[in-house]
């Protein structure tokens, strides 16, 4: 069965850092491009970043271009993002998803999410 | 970027109504287009990729179309389970871009 697991969330101030970390299982990870979304409170969903199987490539949407940093440790089945100088706006749940290997590569599996507050 | 507009943002239907959602793209992405169902508190469920295939396991009822720059999703035959709220997504360009999301509540 295909698992994905984040952690790392909580509450953190503006200016400040935190790292995520989704756990994968079920399937081989080093296979699939991942991808990392959020929601706002109350909000729609907002694709974040994504990599390559092998991390050559990454993508990021502009508003977190410079301060998030999408990484992965295939050994390890394992997904991350790096958040530095958090702001308000970047408070949300953020899940991760795995992008389906064929057509036109949707999410197919998505984690529970994992809700980050940047709060002072 | 690829601008993603849905329509209605929001819908009132009753149980058994045919409902149409709109997804329209801000250039053409051809048949890469994908549908979520998020329910309150929980993570989307894929239901539709490259336009119109059905994800593995979801109803038939759901279906969808369109290739360019406009899309649809249709549900046949509303369930009360089906009232949630339909993202559209485009995965033509590496960077993904949601629709702003159609809530579908009972009327």
């Known amino acids: 069965e295909v698992q994905l697991v984040e952690s790392g969330g909580g509450l953190v101030q503006p200016g400040g850092s935190l790292r995520l970390s989704c756990a994968a299982s079920?399937?081989?990870?080093?296979?699939?491009?991942m991808s990392w979304v959020r929601q706002a409170p109350g909000k729609g969903l907002e694709w974040v970043a994504n990599?390559?199987?092998?991390?050559?490539?990454?993508y990021y949407v502009d508003s977190v271009k410079g301060r998030f940093t999408i990484s992965r440790d295939n050994a390890k089945n394992s997904l991350y993002l790096q958040m530095n100088s958090l702001r308000a706006e970047d408070t949300a749940v953020y899940y991760c998803?795995?992008?389906?290997?064929?057509?036109?590569?949707?999410?197919?599996?998505w984690g529970q999410g994992t809700l980050v507050t940047v709060s002072s | 970027d690829i601008q993603m507009t849905q329509s209605p943002s929001s819908l009132s239907a009753s149980v058994g109504d045919r409902v149409t959602i709109t997804c329209r793209a801000s250039?053409?992405?051809?048949?890469?287009l994908n549908w979520y169902q998020q329910k309150p508190g929980k993570a989307p469920n894929l239901l539709i990729y490259?336009?119109?295939l059905l994800q593995s396991g979801v109803p038939s009822r759901f279906s969808g179309s369109g290739s360019g720059t406009d899309f649809t999703l249709t549900i046949s035959s509303l369930q009360p389970e089906d009232f949630a709220t339909y993202y559209c997504?485009?995965?033509?360009?590496?960077?993904?871009?949601f629709g702003q999301g159609t809530k579908l509540e009972i009327k």
């Open positions: 998803a795995r992008h389906y290997g064929l057509g036109s590569y949707p999410f197919d599996y």
């Open positions: 079920g399937f081989t990870f080093s296979n699939y491009w």
């Open positions: 990599i390559k199987q092998d991390g050559g490539e990454k």
């Open positions: 250039q053409s992405i051809s048949t890469y």
């Open positions: 490259s336009a119109s």
């Open positions: 997504q485009q995965s033509y360009s590496n960077f993904r871009t």
